[in-house]
């Protein structure tokens, strides 16, 4: 189990744990009343506060924690925060009998947490990614609304393939793996059998329906290449950021479109996934220039793009003919600028 797995079982059985302890509290209370019924109040403050810092320490913090580390369970958060703040002075200050309610209310409570935390748990993960800069509302709706994304085993199991894979391979190797395998072909891994003997389903496929859904929602009813690729590139320029990262990584192409956010390199891998869904001839360049700086651009194997254009020929035996030099973060009008002008082609992978 990973480590992120693990921190969302652990809050499920804390919320669980606390949620019996807080039911038989209350009955207990409930069910052997005092004498004098005025002297609850003072019970309740004696050993109410002794299980709420219990309950902090073990349940309420490792909320935040995740909230802090992650972003985007935000939602999860304001609950607590409504039980532990707001829902529990309330009973104890304004209703009678405070057993009875505090059994109905704090049972309410914790169930539709844990029915909130499941249902985020099948469609959201854990990650480190916050996007710095973006307001809690704007990160939260990003992860919860996004139409586009992947879920908790695909990216265990990009996680997992990365790391045992992945970072060992050539870098041609790598950068057909990652883009081969979200556009809907086995890599031949052990973990593709796992996937699918756990869950019913191939990794490859869950990977390509949701790229698919992107590509053909953005091409909409264009049906000539150059049409289709420069609306491609529309929909990444709303879609995603740049973002430099300090540490590199080969990222999968959904797990980019997931992030928001990449280097240069990941533009591209998630650029020449996409053309590679409209069965488009693409290959990954290696740019170098002057000032000895890097950078990572397309070469698509089509004659012409309807705009100005940079391109090379004949590049070697695989990549006979015209490939045109496309910046996955520029407009294809754009291809024409002093910006690709500086480059010089260094190194180039037919995908």
């Known amino acids: 189990m990973s480590s992120r797995e693990s921190v969302f079982d652990y809050i499920v059985y804390a919320g669980l744990f606390f949620l019996f302890v807080n039911i038989f509290y209350a009955a207990a209370h409930h069910i052997n009343p005092l004498p004098d019924y005025s002297n609850h109040p003072k019970i309740l403050e004696e050993y109410l506060p002794i299980l709420w810092r219990i309950e902090l320490i073990f349940y309420a913090i490792p909320c935040i924690v995740v909230i ?25 200050e ?39 800069g973006k307001s809690f509302i704007h990160t939260f709706w990003d992860r919860y609304f996004k139409v586009y994304k992947i879920p908790l085993e695909l990216e265990e ?6 790391n045992k894979y992945i970072k060992y391979f050539s870098k041609g190797k790598a950068l057909r793996t990652l883009i081969l395998h979200d556009t809907g ?19 490859f496929d869950d990977a390509r329906k949701i790229l698919e859904g992107f590509v053909y929602n953005c091409i909409g009813d264009a049906e000539d290449v150059v049409s289709r690729i420069e609306r491609i590139l529309e929909c990444m320029g709303r879609y995603l950021e740049y973002r430099h990262h300090f540490k590199f ?35 990954f360049g290696t740019f170098k220039n002057e000032k000895g700086e890097y950078h990572a651009m397309a070469l698509v194997g089509i004659s012409d793009i309807g705009y100005p254009h940079y391109y090379y020929r004949d590049l070697s035996d695989e990549m006979r003919g015209k490939w045109i030099i496309i910046d996955p973060q520029l407009p294809l009008s754009k291809q024409s600028s002093q910006w690709i002008k500086q480059w010089e082609l260094m190194e180039a992978y037919l995908i």
């Open 68 to 92: 802090i580390l992650d972003g985007s369970i935000g939602g999860l958060f304001l609950i607590t925060l409504f039980e532990y703040i707001v829902l529990l002075p309330l009973i104890l």
């Open 94 to 132: 304004f209703s009678k009998p405070y057993a009875t309610n505090l059994a109905v209310l704090m049972f309410g409570a914790n169930t539709f947490f844990l029915l909130i935390f499941k249902w985020l748990t099948g469609k959201i993960k854990i990650n480190y990614s916050v996007r710095l």
């Open 157 to 162: 199991f990009y996680e997992t393939v990365r």
């Open 185 to 203: 072909h086995s890599i031949n891994v052990e973990e593709e059998n796992e996937y699918f003997e756990k869950y019913g389903r191939w990794s």
């Open 249 to 283: 990584n080969y990222y999968f192409p959904m797990e980019i479109f997931d992030h928001g956010e990449g280097t240069c390199v990941d533009w591209t891998i998630f650029f020449i996934a996409c053309l590679k869904i409209l069965g488009v001839k693409a290959a």
